[in-house]
Every structure is written in structure tokens, then in C-alpha cells.
């Protein structure tokens, strides 16, 4: 497949677990971003990568957030000790480069029990 | 902080009938603006895109958007919807403030009757 790839595509966790998330973007898109949406809402960004570095994490809740992208393809978006408040469905989207139009995945629905 | 307002949450029209959603933002620089849609059980789509040049910007499927900057505005129209057209569309902005990550509207739920 072309597009944006993302894993597992539900996952139901209990409160106080660790979670890991997969995104597989488009072949040779430089840029990665991670997005999360409440029901109701519009996405809400989290972290931008270009290339193997966060470009920008303004987005990040708190320190239980984390991504990494080590070989600048696919990323993982890390939840530690998770809360009922982390349930909603995060987004991944690649693009060529930094700005543009922006190429989305299906997304990863989270459900912490 | 810069946001992007969509100020129809739920929207229900016949086939045929003309659609306009409105799409306002609060940022005073240069953006890029973006209509994406979401079909059931789908993942969100581009419609169209305005960087620069014409106001007016064509996207797909007979949609499109109008660029008025005097009025931080960039409303989604399409003279005569389908029922296929049912859908969630969201409006985003990026380029404020040198960076690249989107900010979306909370999104216009469209039903369009048959």
C-alpha cells in the first residue's frame, strides 16, 4: 500500500499501562506528524518530525508522552502509565517535506479502561 | 494562540440543495488553509488547498472554497450536494509562527438526505 500505515488500529488498555503506537508513512515523506482526537473534536497536534529529529513537541500533554522516529520512517508515539482522559484516536500523517498538504492514516483508536 | 473556528457542528440538507460551511481563523500572517473530509469508517481526506494566487480554489468531487483574507475566512462550498457527500469536514491552517503542524476546527458534520 501507498499510503499512511498505522498500528494496531484499536487498542484497549487498563489505567496505569503502557502503550506503544506505530506509524508507517509514506515511502520517502520526510515529515511525520502525530495528531490525537477527542469524540467531537477536531485533531490536536502532538509532535512533528522532520526527518530522525522532533521538530517541534509543543503538542505533547505531559511526560507521559513520548515519540521517537530513530531511522526517520516509521514512528513510535510512547504512553506511559495511561488515563482514562488518553482515550481518543491518534492520528499519524506524513508529507514530502515540512509544510503542505499532509497525507493521513486511518488511525489508532485507544481505549483506557 | 492561534485557532480555527468552524461554526456549524451538524448540518442536514437534501440532495441538491447548495452547501457552504464556514471556516474563520484568528491568525493575522500568512497561512496555508486546507478542507479535509472524513468519510464513515474512512480516514481524513484532502479536498482542497490554498497556499497562495487565486482566492478561489477548486478541489475535488465539485467542491470549492473561497480565500478572503480581509475576513480571516476560507468557507467550503459546493453548489449541489450528493448523498455520498455525507461526511465530516474540517477545516485546518498551518504556517503561522514558522511551523508546519495543522490546526483543524472541531469539524461540521454533514447528512445530506436522499
Known amino acids: 500500500g501507498a499510503g499512511v500505515s498505522q498500528t494496531p488500529s484499536n487498542k484497549v488498555t487498563e489505567k496505569g499501562k503502557y502503550v506503544e503506537l506505530r506509524c508507517d508513512p509514506i515511502?520517502?515523506?520526510?515529515?511525520l506528524y502525530w495528531y490525537r482526537q477527542s469524540l467531537g473534536q477536531g485533531p490536536e497536534f502532538l509532535i512533528y518530525?522532520?526527518?530522525?529529529?522532533?521538530?517541534?513537541d509543543s503538542g505533547l500533554p505531559n511526560d507521559r508522552f513520548f515519540a521517537v522516529r530513530p531511522e526517520g520512517s516509521v514512528s513510535t508515539l510512547k504512553i506511559q502509565r495511561t488515563e482514562r482522559g488518553d482515550s481518543a484516536v491518534y492520528l499519524c500523517?506524513?508529507?514530502?517535506?515540512?509544510?503542505?498538504?499532509?497525507?493521513f492514516g486511518p488511525g489508532t483508536r485507544l481505549t483506557v479502561l | 494562540a492561534q485557532s480555527v473556528s468552524q461554526h456549524n457542528h451538524h448540518v442536514i440538507l437534501s440532495e441538491a440543495a447548495s452547501l457552504e460551511l464556514g471556516c474563520n481563523y484568528s491568525?493575522?500572517?500568512?497561512?496555508?488553509l486546507f478542507w479535509y473530509v472524513q468519510y464513515p469508517g474512512q480516514h481524513l481526506q484532502l479536498l482542497l488547498k490554498?497556499?497562495?494566487?487565486?482566492?478561489l480554489v477548486k478541489g475535488i468531487k465539485g467542491f470549492e472554497a473561497e480565500f478572503i483574507k480581509s475576513k480571516f475566512s476560507f468557507n467550503l462550498r459546493k453548489p449541489s450536494v450528493q448523498w455520498s457527500d455525507t461526511a465530516e469536514y474540517f477545516c485546518?491552517?498551518?504556517?503561522?509562527?514558522?511551523?508546519?503542524?495543522?490546526?483543524f476546527g472541531t469539524g461540521t458534520r454533514l447528512k445530506v438526505l436522499a
Open positions: 490554498y497556499f497562495s494566487g487565486d482566492p
Open positions: 485546518a491552517v498551518n504556517g503561522p509562527s514558522g511551523t508546519y503542524k495543522y490546526i
Open positions: 500523517a506524513s508529507s514530502p517535506e515540512g509544510g503542505g498538504e499532509q497525507f
Open positions: 518530525f522532520q526527518g530522525t529529529g522532533a521538530a517541534d
Open positions: 491568525y493575522g500572517g500568512t497561512v496555508n
Open positions: 515511502s520517502g515523506h520526510t515529515a
